[in-house]
């Protein structure tokens, strides 16, 4: 099992530009959630999808949007990136939307210069 | 809004000595709980949880944590650290609505372990 995999490991963008991240869950889970976590800080929710709809959203501006594709995939979308963008960004998957146990993959470092 | 506080944002023990993590939570229900720990440049690997059942809770790596109501608290304990447990450690929290839910951590502990 590979557990939750994240692409890329690192990525460096210009502000005002536009990335995206992906996520695969780990196999069986069909729900995932993205968090954010900024240098020194906890991990911070962004959103949650589940049967390809975003359920709950995060404290965080509609500059940040994803999609969750039939596979349960899902990607993360920032546009107009800010210097304050920059962080560890962190999927989680579950099954059926349970909060008993996430697995984290092990992120993407979004460097923004 | 629920919240996780963690006391000590660095902590350092001696090899072989007791490691003690605070970690307090507001809920006006009762709560699941979680300790995962953060190696370097890695994501979050979950040390146990607390759910329902028995309020001892072991985890992996000879970890446990004690979910206790009445002080809104879920420490975590290792009776004798190892120099691979230098690591952050997050307590966090679900907090859920309509079926969905959120986890809330807290800032996290780094934890040192000198030899």
């Known amino acids: 099992d590979a557990g939750v995999t994240q692409s890329p490991t690192h990525l460096i963008k210009t502000r005002g530009q536009q990335v995206t991240l992906r996520c695969s869950p780990k196999s069986g889970h069909d729900t995932v959630s993205w968090y954010q976590q900024a240098l020194g800080q906890g991990p911070q929710f962004i959103f949650q999808?589940?049967?390809?709809?975003?359920?709950q959203r995060g404290n965080f501006p509609d500059r940040f949007s994803g999609h969750q594709f039939p596979n349960y995939s899902s990607e993360l979308n920032v546009n107009a990136l800010l210097l304050g963008d920059s962080a560890l960004y962190l999927c989680?998957?579950?099954?059926?939307?349970?909060?008993?146990?996430?697995?984290f993959g092990q992120g993407t470092r979004l460097t923004v210069v | 809004a629920q919240s996780v506080t963690q006391l000590g944002s660095h902590v350092s023990v001696s090899e072989g000595a007791l490691v003690l993590l605070r970690c307090n939570y507001s809920s006006s229900v009762p709560p699941y709980l979680f300790w995962y720990v953060q190696y370097p440049n890695q994501g979050l690997q979950l040390l146990l949880k607390y759910t329902t059942g028995a309020t001892l809770v072991k985890g992996i790596n000879g970890f446990e944590a004690e979910f206790k109501k009445s002080e809104t608290s879920f420490h975590l304990t290792k009776p004798s650290a190892h120099m691979s447990d230098a690591a952050e450690y997050f307590c966090?929290?679900?907090?859920?609505?309509?079926?969905?839910?959120?986890?809330?951590f807290g800032t996290g502990t780094r934890l040192k372990v000198l030899a």
């Open positions: 989680a998957s579950s099954f059926d939307r349970a909060n008993t146990e996430a697995f």
């Open positions: 999808y589940y049967e390809e709809e975003e359920r």
């Open positions: 966090a929290v679900s907090e859920g609505t309509s079926g969905t839910y959120k986890y809330i």
